[in-house]
């Protein structure tokens, strides 16, 4: 049976788009469907990033009500199996998949389990919030693998490469200052501690630490040359493009998974031909963000301000029927034009 791997993305799209091209990068991924949903309605708001929420709260609540629909949403659009292109987001839809038959691929935890074994610490950089959740932790202890996480001076940094209005990550640029800062922290970690290895908890910072960026860090003597980077994005990649499960039909119209915190936003569905068409669509609506945003005297303040979109492969006629069935009319790739998307974004921006 021919797998249709569901990709949950939007905090951001960037690594939604990072993760794509690294199943992409294995011969057999031509041998699967794809669903890709980069939902941003499920990040934090640019003024909710630093703050700490209890479950009760409204940002929390919104959050989880989006992120039921949206698994909920897969599972309609014929998902075999399921990964998350985000990784401070597991706690969060661990608490929902428990009640979805589809199949979850778990990256914390498959991450960890690839360093079963290991027995020296390993350093885990991430955004603040899952640093303090000690989700990693718990899964690497649970293979048998002790680690930490930044220094107290060093977090910040680590979040300032990440969100900084004018250089971070999530702005989708690349930008020396984002790279200086994430090889500052590893190197200062390095000369208090002795660890050898790196996981990087956030799906944003494999986007600066490339395995060519590393090469030429490690050149230039930004970090140690001993220093072995470990992406778990990747380790995601291999077990989407492998998975097996299949698809579960839901026991109730969509309809009713649209409860009352739901932040929705109808997404720019596009048709494509490939995973490569993926990125380049993607990249192209990321290059028409920052034009729209700076004709408006805006800035991209996070994963929020990014449209929300939806990719599917072109075999798989039945999503696009069940797409318009719910009030989302696709664009086939050879059909999008530039003005398509400038219309969509002064949509969103609007709200």
Same mark, same amino acid.
């Given at each position: 049976?021919?797998?249709?791997?569901?990709?949950?993305?939007?905090?951001?799209?960037?690594?939604?788009?990072?993760?794509?091209?690294?199943?992409?990068?294995?011969?057999?991924?031509?041998?699967?469907?794809?669903?890709?949903?980069?939902?941003?309605?499920?990040?934090?708001?640019?003024?909710?990033?630093?703050?700490?929420?209890?479950?009760?709260?409204?940002?929390?609540?919104?959050?989880?009500? #989006? &992120?039921?629909? @949206?698994?909920?949403?897969? %599972?309609? *659009?014929?998902?075999?199996?399921?990964?998350? +292109?985000?990784? =401070?987001?597991?706690?969060?839809?661990?608490?929902?998949?428990?009640?979805?038959?589809?199949?979850?691929?778990?990256?914390?935890?498959?991450?960890?389990?690839?360093?079963?074994?290991?027995?020296?610490?390993?350093?885990?950089?991430?955004?603040?919030?899952?640093?303090?959740?000690?989700?990693?932790?718990?899964?690497?202890?649970?293979?048998?693998?002790?680690?930490?996480?930044?220094?107290?001076?060093?977090?910040?940094?680590?979040?300032?490469?990440?969100?900084?209005?004018?250089?971070?990550?999530? #702005? &989708?640029?690349? @930008?020396?200052?984002?790279? %200086?800062? *994430?090889?500052?922290?590893?190197?200062?970690? +390095?000369?208090? =501690?002795?660890?050898?290895?790196?996981?990087?908890?956030?799906?944003?910072?494999?986007?600066?630490?490339?395995?060519?960026?590393?090469?030429?860090?490690?050149?230039?003597?930004?970090?140690?040359?001993?220093?072995?980077?470990?992406?778990?994005?990747?380790?995601?990649?291999?077990?989407?493009?492998?998975?097996?499960?299949?698809?579960?039909?839901?026991?109730?119209?969509?309809?009713?998974?649209?409860?009352?915190?739901?932040?929705?936003?109808?997404?720019?569905?596009?048709?494509?031909?490939?995973?490569?068409?993926?990125?380049?669509?993607?990249?192209?609506?990321?290059?028409?963000?920052?034009?729209?945003?700076?004709?408006?005297?805006?800035?991209?303040?996070?994963?929020?301000?990014?449209?929300?979109?939806?990719?599917?492969?072109?075999?798989?006629?039945?999503?696009?029927?069940?797409?318009?069935?719910?009030?989302?009319?696709?664009?086939?790739?050879?059909?999008?034009?530039?003005?398509?998307?400038?219309?969509?974004?002064?949509?969103?921006?609007?709200?």
């Amino acid at each position: 049976m021919k797998q249709r791997i569901g990709i949950i993305g939007g905090l951001g799209n960037e690594a939604m788009v990072d993760l794509v091209n690294k199943i992409a990068s294995y011969p057999n991924h031509v041998e699967h469907e794809y669903v890709v949903f980069g939902n941003s309605r499920l990040a934090y708001k640019p003024e909710e990033v630093v703050q700490k929420w209890l479950p009760t709260d409204p940002p929390e609540l919104r959050k989880y009500d #989006t &992120a039921l629909y @949206t698994l909920r949403l897969m %599972q309609h *659009l014929g998902a075999t199996a399921m990964g998350l +292109a985000c990784n =401070s987001a597991h706690e969060l839809f661990r608490d929902i998949v428990a009640d979805i038959p589809v199949p979850f691929i778990d990256m914390l935890k498959e991450t960890a389990a690839t360093e079963q074994g290991q027995t020296e610490d390993i350093l885990v950089m991430g955004v603040t919030s899952l640093m303090e959740s000690g989700l990693y932790q718990q899964a690497l202890s649970e293979c048998g693998v002790s680690s930490f996480s930044p220094s107290a001076q060093n977090q910040p940094k680590v979040m300032d490469a990440i969100y900084n209005s004018e250089f971070g990550i999530k #702005t &989708a640029q690349i @930008t020396p200052q984002a790279e %200086q800062l *994430l090889c500052d922290v590893i190197t200062d970690e +390095a000369s208090r =501690s002795s660890f050898k290895k790196v996981v990087l908890g956030c799906t944003e910072l494999p986007l600066v630490l490339t395995p060519s960026n590393v090469a030429r860090f490690k050149a230039n003597g930004m970090i140690p040359d001993y220093i072995e980077v470990i992406d778990a994005s990747m380790v995601l990649a291999t077990q989407l493009v492998n998975a097996q499960g299949q698809a579960y039909e839901l026991d109730v119209p969509m309809a009713s998974f649209r409860r009352e915190n739901l932040d929705w936003f109808l997404p720019f569905a596009v048709e494509v031909t490939s995973l490569a068409s993926i990125a380049e669509v993607q990249n192209r609506i990321f290059a028409l963000t920052a034009q729209y945003a700076k004709s408006q005297n805006k800035a991209i303040t996070g994963s929020y301000a990014h449209l929300p979109t939806l990719f599917f492969s072109k075999e798989a006629a039945d999503v696009k029927e069940k797409l318009i069935q719910l009030d989302i009319e696709p664009i086939a790739e050879d059909k999008l034009t530039d003005q398509r998307v400038l219309d969509a974004l002064a949509q969103h921006f609007a709200e």
